[in-house]
C-alpha cells in the first residue's frame, strides 16, 4: 500500500501540495530538491544529524508519564518533552537538518521567516553553530511582541530584517523571505514550518520524525505498547505534529488529532481553525488549505499564540485532515490559557502557549481507561509569560 | 496579439498598471490616455494579497487597490465596458483566479476579449500536468516567464506553451522594481533566449524604468514591459509625462 507520506512526482499529496513557484525560484528549488533526496538516505550525512541531535539538542527527549493528567483523564497519557530541546522546542530538530544540508550544498548565507521567533532563534543557533550568515524576517508587529527572541537572534549574530509589507506578521514575513531568496538565489532558505513549495513540506515533516521515532522505542520500554492509541499535537503550519505523527500516519489503528488555534471561537471572525474555515487554493508555493475571503485574498488569522496564527497549514496536514485520516479540533484562547495554568500547576511544567491549545484537546476526547495518550509537549512557555500573566485564567477549571 | 507581434516595426510597449489603482473606476481613464501614447498592450494586474514575486511598489498599488474594494466581478465588468481596443493581457496570481473558479475566469476573459495571461505562479510542469487542458479549451494563451537562469530546455518548453502570446524574459534575477543588469553578459544571454524561442515573440520586463533602459533592453527582442516604474509616475500624478518618453 503506498505510505500517506509518499508524495507524487510534483510534490502532492493526494490533492494537496505541488510547488506553485515563480520561475524566478524554479532553479533553486530544483538544486535543494536534488540535494534532500540525494542526502536523505546518505549515511553520512544521517550519522552527523543524529549526532548533533544527540550531543548539541539533547535528544532523545524523555517521554514523561503524567500521573494526573492520567487520573483527571482516566487514560495513560504522555507528554514527549520536546520542551527540553536546546533553544526550548522542536523547531531546532529541522533547523539542524537543513543547515547541514546547506553545508553539503556549499552555502554560506540562510535566509528563515519566523513567526513568534522560535524558528528564528533555532535558525541563529545553527548559522552561529556552522559558521553560516543568518538573515531572520520577521513581521514587524511580531518584532514588537517578542522582543526576547529579537534579542537572542541579534546575540547570536543573526540580522533581523522586520517585514513591513501587508500585516506585518507570519505570512508577511514568509513573503519576505522569499522575495530575499529570488534576488539572492545563492542563499539557503530554511523554512521553518511544512509548509512551502515541495521538497520542504515532505523536507521538514523528515527531520522532525525523530519525535514519532522516539515516541515508538519509549513507548515500547515504559509500557510494552509498540505503538500509542492517541497522539495530539498542535498545529499552525504543523511542523511537530508532522513529527509526532511521521510513523504513524500508515497505521489506522493509531488515532492522529491536530488541534488547532480557535482564538475567539471559530464563529468569532477572528481564529486560526484552518482546517475548519480554510478553503483550498494556493500560499507561499504550496496548494492546501488556507483562510482567504470570497475572492481569494488571503485572511489574517488570529490566535492567542503567536505560533499558530498562520493563514495555511502544511499540505501533509491538507490532505491527511481532509482524508478523515487526521481529527481537526480547535481550542479557543481561553481553553488554551487555563490548560497551561493547568500543567504549571500541577506537573511544574510551564508549556508554550502553542502547545497549550494540544493540552487543552484532552478536555474535548473520550478515552477508555486504557487508552494510551501521548501529547506533543512541543516548546516551553517561557517565552510567553507575559501573555500568561495577562490574561486571568478561569479558577473553576482545578 | 498575434497581429501586433507580426506587424512590428520596432520592439513594442507593454505598460504595467494594477487594477483599481489609483481609484477603483480609474481604468478608463488611463486606457484612453495608452491610446493616446505609444503603448502597444497593457499588462493589467490583478491585485491580490500576498504576491509573492512583486516589490513594493507593486505590493503597494495591490493594498490600496484591495482597499478601494477591487475584485474579479468588478474587473471584468469594467472589461466589458472599455471603449479602447487596445490589447488587455491579465496578470495574476493563481489563489484568486482558482478561488474565483478557473473555468468561470476563463469564460469571462474570453467574454470581455482578453489577449492572454501572465501568472507567475504556476509553474510549467505543473501547468502541463493539471491546467493545461482546462486554458487551452479557451484558447488564450498563458505567457510563460523565463529568466537569464532558465535552462535552455526550459526555454524551448515555455516559448513552446507560449507560442500563441509571448515569453516574458525576466530581466534579472530579482523580484519586479529593480533595477535591469545591463551588462554585456546578460544581452549575449538575451538574444540566447531568443533564439531559443524561435517564432515565438520575446518581451522583457522586470527593471526597465525609462526610455533608455527599454531601449538597451529591448532591442534585437519584441518588447518591453513597464509596470514598477510607470506605477510610481501614477502615484504622483505625472504618468502622461512618463510616456511622453517614449
Request: hydrophobic share 40%; net charge negative; charged share 20%.
Amino acid at each position: 500500500m503506498k505510505s500517506i507520506l509518499e508524495t507524487d512526482e510534483l510534490g502532492f499529496y493526494g490533492e494537496f501540495g505541488g510547488a506553485y513557484i515563480p520561475e524566478l525560484l524554479y532553479p533553486s528549488v530544483q538544486e535543494l530538491k536534488e540535494a534532500f533526496f540525494k542526502y536523505k538516505g546518505d549515511e553520512d550525512f544521517i550519522a552527523e544529524f543524529k549526532h548533533l541531535l544527540k550531543d548539541y539538542v539533547g535528544r532523545p527527549t524523555p517521554l514523561y508519564f503524567s500521573k494526573k493528567l492520567s487520573e483527571k483523564h482516566g487514560a495513560q497519557i504522555f507528554l514527549k518533552r520536546e520542551d527540553l530541546n536546546h533553544t526550548g522546542a522542536h523547531k531546532i530538530n529541522n533547523t539542524i537538518g537543513q543547515i547541514l544540508l546547506a553545508k553539503r550544498m556549499g552555502k554560506t548565507q540562510i535566509v528563515a521567516e519566523t513567526g513568534a521567533g522560535q524558528h528564528g532563534v533555532a535558525t541563529a543557533t545553527v548559522c552561529a553553530l556552522m559558521d553560516m550568515e543568518c538573515t531572520i524576517y520577521m513581521g514587524a508587529k511580531d518584532i514588537d511582541r517578542q522582543a526576547p527572541n529579537v534579542e537572542r537572534m541579534k546575540y547570536m549574530g543573526a540580522k533581523v530584517v522586520s517585514a513591513e509589507s501587508g500585516s506585518k506578521t507570519l505570512k508577511d514575513a514568509t513573503n519576505e523571505a522569499i522575495r530575499h531568496w529570488i534576488n539572492n538565489p545563492d542563499t539557503f532558505y530554511l523554512i521553518g514550518s511544512v509548509v512551502g513549495p515541495h521538497p520542504y513540506p515532505a523536507m521538514v515533516a523528515y527531520f522532525q520524525a525523530v519525535i514519532s521515532e522516539e515516541i515508538k522505542k519509549q513507548l515500547l520500554q515504559k509500557t510494552n505498547h509498540e505503538k500509542p492509541d492517541i497522539v495530539i499535537a498542535c498545529v499552525g503550519g504543523g511542523s511537530n505534529a508532522a513529527g509526532a505523527f511521521y510513523h504513524f500516519y500508515d497505521d489506522e489503528n493509531v488515532r492522529l488529532i491536530a488541534v488547532e488555534a480557535g482564538g475567539l471561537g471559530i464563529k468569532s471572525g477572528k481564529s486560526a481553525a484552518t482546517a475548519v474555515l480554510g478553503k483550498p487554493g494556493v500560499i507561499h508555493g504550496s496548494y492546501t488549505l488556507l483562510m482567504q475571503d470570497a475572492y481569494g485574498q488571503i485572511v489574517e488569522p488570529h490566535s492567542i499564540s503567536a505560533g499558530l496564527d498562520y493563514p495555511g497549514i502544511g499540505p501533509l496536514h491538507a490532505a491527511t485532515i481532509s482524508s478523515g485520516r487526521v481529527e481537526a479540533i480547535a481550542i479557543n484562547d481561553n481553553e488554551a490559557l487555563n490548560a497551561a495554568q493547568l500543567l504549571a500547576k500541577s506537573e511544574g511544567i510551564i508549556p508554550a502557549l502553542e502547545t497549550a491549545h494540544a493540552l487543552a484537546a484532552l478536555n474535548h476526547c473520550e478515552f477508555k481507561k486504557n487508552d494510551v495518550v501521548v501529547i506533543n509537549l512541543s516548546g516551553r512557555g517561557d517565552k510567553d509569560m507575559q501573555t500568561l500573566l495577562n490574561n486571568k485564567y478561569d479558577e473553576s477549571t482545578f | 496579439m498575434k497581429a501586433l507581434f507580426k506587424n512590428q516595426s520596432k520592439p513594442l510597449l507593454s505598460i504595467f498598471t494594477t487594477a483599481g489603482y489609483p481609484k477603483i473606476d480609474d481604468l478608463d481613464r488611463q486606457l484612453a490616455l495608452f491610446d493616446s501614447k505609444n503603448v502597444n498592450f497593457i499588462e493589467l494586474g490583478i491585485p491580490f494579497s500576498d504576491p509573492m514575486a512583486d516589490g513594493p511598489t507593486i505590493q503597494e498599488t495591490s493594498t490600496i487597490a484591495l482597499q478601494n474594494g477591487m475584485n474579479l466581478d468588478i474587473l471584468f465588468g469594467q472589461l466589458n465596458e472599455r471603449k479602447s481596443t487596445l490589447p488587455i493581457v491579465l496578470m495574476g496570481y493563481l489563489n484568486p483566479i482558482l478561488l474565483f473558479g478557473l473555468e468561470r475566469f476563463l469564460e469571462l476573459s474570453k467574454k470581455a476579449n482578453v489577449s492572454g495571461f501572465i501568472i507567475p505562479d504556476l509553474e510549467i510542469d505543473l501547468y502541463q500536468e493539471r491546467y493545461k487542458s482546462i486554458f487551452e479549451a479557451f484558447e488564450i494563451p498563458v505567457c510563460f516567464l523565463v529568466t537569464p537562469r532558465t535552462t535552455d530546455a526550459r526555454i524551448q518548453k515555455a516559448a513552446e506553451l507560449s507560442k500563441n502570446g509571448f515569453v516574458y524574459l525576466v530581466s534579472t534575477n530579482s523580484i519586479t522594481g529593480g533595477e535591469v543588469a545591463g551588462n554585456n553578459k546578460l544581452s549575449a544571454r538575451y538574444e540566447e533566449i531568443k533564439s531559443l524561442c524561435g517564432a515565438t515573440p520575446v518581451m522583457i520586463g522586470f527593471g526597465i524604468s525609462d526610455r533608455h533602459s527599454f531601449n538597451g533592453a529591448a532591442k534585437n527582442l519584441n518588447g518591453g514591459i513597464i509596470g514598477s516604474a510607470y506605477l510610481k509616475a501614477l502615484k504622483k500624478g505625472e504618468e502622461t509625462e512618463f510616456l511622453n518618453q517614449f
